[in-house]
């Protein structure tokens, strides 16, 4: 596969779970900034625990330019059409799916590319 294939399912995982984390932040009435912060924590941290069980430096998510960002607007899409669209927004779970694989797949990758072995492949999947 193509960086620029894996790189695209990457940053639209990052945006899926930045939105998933948006929705549990305004469900728990927390207010912008709260939103903004889950959204981030919930894109970003499975690949931060994959990349420093796996030794990698720096951590992906603090170098490349668009996860961040692309957090951020997730958690601002989110916070903005929450009061319309929370209750109705059906397609989440499946969204999630589809990000859990994504990363579940991307992390098996980064693992193997790092060269570890079995269990910590299927760790990296699982954690990522």
């Known amino acids: 596969m193509t960086s620029a294939f894996l790189t695209f399912f990457e ?26 912060v ?9 690949g931060i625990v994959r ?6 430096e720096p951590i992906t998510a603090f170098t490349n330019p668009y996860y961040i960002p692309i957090c951020i607007a997730g958690g601002i899409v989110t916070f903005i059409l929450s009061p319309k669209a929370i209750g109705k927004w059906t397609l989440i779970p499946y969204l999630d799916a589809i990000g859990l694989g994504i990363f579940t797949s991307l992390g098996c990758q980064k693992a193997i590319a790092m060269g570890a072995g079995p269990i910590a492949i299927v760790g990296s999947g699982i954690l990522t």
Do not use: E, Q, W
């Open 51 to 56: 990349d420093t069980m796996l030794g990698v």
């Open 38 to 46: 889950f959204a981030i924590t919930v894109g970003c941290a499975g």
């Open 11 to 36: 940053l639209s995982g990052v945006f899926v779970f930045a939105i998933t984390g948006a929705i549990k932040a305004i469900k728990n009435r927390l207010d912008f900034l709260g939103v903004i």
